[in-house]
């Protein structure tokens, strides 16, 4: 479960850059729809007048699309603005994740990540081997995310770094 | 490796949770603002700007931020019997609605962390507003945003929603909560629904210094209680 106090924050910040972008008529996708206050915390503040869509590699969560975000099959550039939080440490391949949502994106991305948050990964699985639901694998520091996202490809990135969080607002 | 990309048939996209945004998707120019507006005590001023911006926008509505009753107040003057004649008055203006702002917004009130006291000073704050007849609402909003950890969870115990700053967005449970964003000193969005806030009086977002900048809000925008807002937007 996201810590309330973490999401509270995500949250207001992206309500607050849904304000600054004020998308409208636009093609919005999140991406990683699983866990608590989903489907989705993020696309009601960018979903107002927009056509959205949810991706997730479950078919569980019952997505809109279905796919791993590392490879998706979508199209290049065939949305204005895509979501991702929360789930960019539980991608083992984080790399191709990024470029592959520098791909897909026409113009903006939001994507976080943790800094020395503790783990959260599924620990019963680790006890009793049960098939893996997800997985908690990576950390990054501000520094290391702006520098992986620039290598993906983008040129303008604003991070925000709040409670051991950085959330960044990203452009093509 | 083909990628594993498959549409879900299972639920179309034409019939996605698209139920909050409807009105908004028929017409997106028109912008909808839920105001709400601190400190609304008696003897204090301000009701005359939410007056004046009546008059420009004929279905304006806001949410009031009320303390239960100001002690201060209790003069001889300013007696309990005035304070329900002003309560009747507040009621009879159907485009306001009250939500508690504290007992007295006494500092630290709501910092204390005694659960039987919070009851009690919870309850009593709904006891006043039930006698007074308020329409009010479960939003509650701590007096200089200040909260403990057990107040925060009285507050849920009692079905309350928690208006937090956007400012400086702290919880300490999981209680639902209520988030403004904007503040009426800075320029007006034009983002599609707005949840604004200001004081009745003084403070950088007073409506005395601010009332210019809410006149700047679109003529054909709606306006929607803090309570529609969470019933229907959130």
């Known amino acids: 479960m996201i810590d309330p106090q973490l999401r509270i924050e995500i949250n207001v910040w992206l309500e607050q850059t849904a304000m600054k972008l004020n998308l409208s008529g636009k093609r919005v996708l999140e991406i990683?729809?699983?866990?608590?206050?989903?489907?989705s915390g993020s696309y009601r503040f960018f979903g107002k007048g927009n056509e959205w869509q949810t991706l997730d590699k479950n078919s569980k969560w019952s997505p809109d699309i279905v796919a791993d975000i590392c490879n998706s099959g979508l199209p290049s550039n065939s949305f204005d603005l895509v979501i991702i939080t929360q789930s960019l440490e539980h991608i083992w391949d984080y790399k191709a994740a990024l470029s592959e949502l520098y791909r897909i994106t026409k113009k903006y991305v939001i994507v976080d990540c943790p800094f020395m948050v503790p783990m959260h990964q599924d620990t019963m699985r680790v006890i009793n081997n049960k098939p893996l639901e997800w997985d908690d694998y990576w950390r990054f520091t501000p520094a290391a995310f702006d520098r992986l996202l620039k290598e993906a490809g983008f040129e303008k990135i604003d991070i925000q770094f709040k409670n051991l969080n950085s959330i960044a607002l990203c452009e093509k | 490796m083909m990628p594993m990309t498959t549409l879900n048939n299972q639920r179309p996209t034409s019939q996605l949770k698209t139920t909050p945004f409807q009105n908004l998707q028929n017409n997106t120019s028109k912008q909808t603002f839920a105001m709400d507006f601190d400190d609304f005590i008696m003897t204090r001023p301000g009701f005359e700007y939410l007056e004046k911006m009546k008059e420009h926008f004929p279905d304006f509505k806001c949410t009031l931020f009320t303390p239960a009753f100001n002690l201060k107040l209790l003069t001889k003057q300013v007696?309990?019997?005035?304070?329900?004649?002003?309560?009747?008055?507040?009621?009879?203006?159907d485009w306001i609605e009250i939500a508690p702002h504290g007992f007295s917004h006494s500092r630290g009130e709501m910092l204390e962390t005694r659960k039987e006291r919070l009851e009690i000073i919870i309850k009593a704050i709904e006891a006043i507003f039930n006698q007074v007849e308020f329409n009010w609402i479960k939003v509650f909003k701590a007096p200089f945003w200040e909260i403990s950890k057990e107040a925060e969870e009285v507050l849920k115990e009692r079905g309350y929603t928690?208006?937090?700053?956007?400012?400086?967005?702290?919880i300490q449970t999981d209680i639902p909560t209520y988030v403004f964003n904007w503040s009426i000193d800075e320029p007006v969005p034009t983002y599609p629904t707005v949840k604004g806030h200001g004081h009745m009086h003084l403070t950088n977002n007073g409506l005395d210094s601010c009332l210019p900048n809410m006149l700047k809000i679109p003529t054909n925008s709606e306006f929607i209680f803090v309570s529609e807002y969470l019933k229907n937007y959130a």
């Open chain 1, 32 to 39: 990683g729809i699983a866990g608590d206050e989903k489907p």
């Open chain 2, 79 to 93: 007696t309990v019997d005035k304070f329900k004649d002003w309560a009747k008055l507040v009621n009879k203006q």
């Open chain 2, 162 to 170: 928690l208006a937090i700053d956007r400012n400086n967005p702290k």
